[in-house]
């Protein structure tokens, strides 16, 4: 700003042409009031007032309304006689300007009014709020902190085993006991402790007041993944028409077959595939017994290169029967039709379930098993597909039959492994299995074949293999069984007063 506020026009709302006029046709210098020549204006300082007056000019322009700002004179008296250059007269403008008595005489330039309207804007929303989240942020960090800090140490991991109270003790999987009465809540347990006093040694001995049998004993090793309580298990029932069906019926002559004309079989004349021959276009197995035989065949034919193994004879109806026997009655004579040839109902013909296998030739030689080459494969690998020789040599008092090394039967897996490993024929794997039952000894068997027993109270297998047990005929006419729940399962009847469970672990 001019440090002479007198030198301007004396009107406000001059153009600025005409004060540059009025102030350049003047020869003669102004003056100021007490008689002195006033200095010339350089070109910068008339360029400085140019531009400001333009600025006012233009603001009076935007605002037509306003008032100008009017500039408060001095008195005669506040007039001061201050030389250019002097630093005595620097100070007292200085004095003069910075005096708190005249900040009010003080006009409003465009500077400060910049300054104030600053000050007038409306708060930084945004920024007040980033400022507030940070603070409680910081608030919950510090929060923390100190809770985390004023927490004790956590305890010892297992120096004491206290039982909550009502609890009932568990005896076990499946089965409780109530808490005795008189006694609200089970007396701590305290395991050995390193760092325990001497004066407090370790105990596992129960209290006078717990009954011993609801002591929770220490380090009890954790339940075997494997092992299945048998109190988990469901009853089924099956009715006692189906005594004489299914894989492991047995058959002779004293267990006569009654559904010898009624058992379903399939055509196995129309599903040779070149591993094996049929003897008639009328040979018939039962539906599992020549899928079992179909597999067996190419397994054989595929090892030894052999297309010669021929399906004989398999399911018979009770008038062929009769026409065997006497056929071979006829022929042979009544010691061998004995020894060889069953009765019409006491044969295993009946059941689609066996068949009697040779060999023959494409040059039409009928070649027994035991004397073809490789054939001893045939009962070697016969128990893998669920066929077992079913008249072996030395079982002849208990079979009622003699040794033949041609007639193999149908029992299905896991029972042939069983029959093979315990060198069991039929009659004796119906006999025996009557020992296992579902709450007591089951029989177990792998994959591979192996045989054990495994005790139902010490946890059984749930995995790779089966289990077996016997479930005898109840009177009446159905028979309630128990098997493991959550397993698959098949049941047969015997024809010998009782059924099979087979258990299948996957």
């Known amino acids: 700003m001019n440090q002479y506020p007198d030198n301007r026009n004396s009107s406000n709302s001059a153009p600025s042409n005409n004060m540059q006029t009025n102030r350049t046709s003047s020869a003669q210098p102004r003056t100021i009031p007490n008689?002195?020549?006033?200095?010339?204006?350089?070109?910068?300082?008339?360029?400085?007032?140019?531009?400001?007056?333009?600025?006012?000019?233009?603001?009076?322009?935007?605002?037509?309304?306003?008032?100008?700002?009017?500039?408060p004179q001095r008195s005669t008296q506040q007039q001061r006689n201050v030389p250019q250059g002097n630093a005595e007269g620097h100070r007292q403008r200085a004095a003069m300007v910075n005096d708190p008595r005249r900040q009010g005489e003080r006009p409003v330039t465009q500077q400060s009014q910049a300054s104030r309207d600053r000050t007038r804007r409306k708060p930084n929303g945004g920024l007040i709020l980033f400022l507030l989240l940070a603070a409680v942020i910081v608030g919950i960090s510090i929060w923390q902190i100190t809770k985390n800090a004023k927490q004790p140490a956590s305890e010892p991991a297992s120096s004491t085993i206290t039982a909550l109270a009502d609890v009932p003790e568990v005896t076990e999987i499946g089965a409780e006991e109530n808490t005795p009465s008189g006694s609200d809540t089970l007396e701590a347990q305290t395991t050995q402790d390193p760092a325990a006093p001497e004066d407090l040694p370790a105990s596992t001995e129960p209290s006078a007041e717990t009954p011993e049998n609801e002591v929770l004993p220490p380090d009890e090793p954790a339940p075997d993944p494997n092992d299945v309580n048998l109190t988990l298990y469901n009853t089924e029932v099956i009715p006692n028409t189906a005594i004489d069906e299914g894989n492991l019926v047995l058959v002779n002559q004293e267990h006569i077959f009654q559904k010898a004309d009624t058992v379903e079989v399939r055509n196995a004349f129309d599903e040779k595939n070149g591993d094996f021959k049929v003897s008639?276009?009328?040979?018939?197995?039962a539906p599992a017994a020549l899928d079992a035989f179909k597999k067996l065949a190419s397994a054989f034919a595929e090892e030894t290169g052999s297309h010669d193994l021929l399906l004989n004879s398999g399911h018979r109806t009770v008038a062929e029967q009769q026409e065997i026997r006497d056929y071979y009655l006829s022929i042979q004579g009544e010691a061998y039709v004995r020894a060889y040839v069953a009765k019409p109902g006491e044969s295993e013909h009946h059941t689609g379930l066996c068949c009697d296998l040779t060999f023959y030739t494409d040059d039409g030689r009928n070649i027994p098993i035991p004397d073809y080459p490789n054939g001893q494969w045939i009962p070697s690998y016969a128990s893998d597909y669920g066929f077992i020789l079913r008249y072996p040599e030395g079982k002849s008092d208990i079979t009622g039959i003699a040794n033949e090394p041609w007639h193999f039967r149908y029992v299905g897996l896991p029972h042939s492994h069983v029959c093979e490993a315990k060198n069991w024929c039929l009659e004796e794997y119906i006999e025996k299995i009557r020992d296992y039952t579902a709450e007591g000894t089951l029989l177990y068997i792998t994959h591979s074949g192996d045989v054990y027993d495994a005790i139902a109270s010490e946890g059984l297998p749930t995995t790779n293999g089966w289990l077996i047990y016997f479930v005898p005929k109840e009177a009446g006419d159905s028979t309630s069984f128990k098997v493991v729940r959550g397993y698959d399962y098949e049941i047969s009847g015997t024809n010998a007063g009782g059924y099979i469970v087979t258990i299948f672990l996957g």
């Open 35 to 71: 008689g002195q020549p006033r200095r010339a204006l350089t070109e910068e300082e008339r360029r400085r007032i140019e531009a400001a007056r333009r600025a006012a000019a233009q603001r009076r322009m935007e605002n037509p309304g306003a008032q100008p700002t009017q500039r």
């Open 280 to 285: 008639s276009s009328t040979t018939c197995m």
